[in-house]
């Protein structure tokens, strides 16, 4: 019997400049400066379960809180202002109730291709371009 095939990264590259791009500036002078902490969890369950994307709910907003040391309303807080911003898209998060963006995408497919895995995607969430799949 073959093994599932694996969907999340062990590892993901990270702009060394992060913590200063605009976006992340605005959320931590909204959210405070535990927000980065939140942001970095974020990003850590999102490619390290499902690739590209994390179902939002109160599992994982407890999760997230739990990594970075907040509470689940500053988490909770922290989402709501990188919704607003478009940091993540609104528009999945509406739909779907999942945290991703096209830019989470694109690194996510990037990565998978470079590594020669097979690419599975849910159609109905997929906000990056054909390019970075096939």
């Not at 093994?3 to 791009?21: A, E, H, I, N």
């Not at 992340?24 to 590209?52: D, K, P, W």
Request: net charge neutral.
């Amino acid at each position: 019997m073959a093994r599932p095939r694996k969907v999340s990264l062990d590892y993901y590259p990270m702009d060394v400049d992060f913590l200063l791009q605009f976006p992340v500036r605005r959320i931590m002078r909204r959210c405070g400066a535990e927000s980065q902490a939140v942001l970095l969890s974020l990003f850590g369950h999102i490619y390290g379960t499902n690739g590209y994307y994390l179902e939002w709910n109160d599992a994982n907003a407890l999760f997230v809180g739990e990594d970075s040391y907040v509470d689940e309303s500053k988490v909770q807080e922290v989402v709501k202002e990188a919704l607003e911003i478009n940091f993540f898209d609104k528009s999945m998060f509406d739909a779907h109730r999942i945290l991703t963006s096209k830019a989470i995408q694109e690194q996510y497919f990037t990565i998978v291709k470079q590594s020669r895995r097979k690419i599975q995607y849910n159609p109905a969430y997929l906000l990056a371009n054909q390019e970075f799949i096939s």
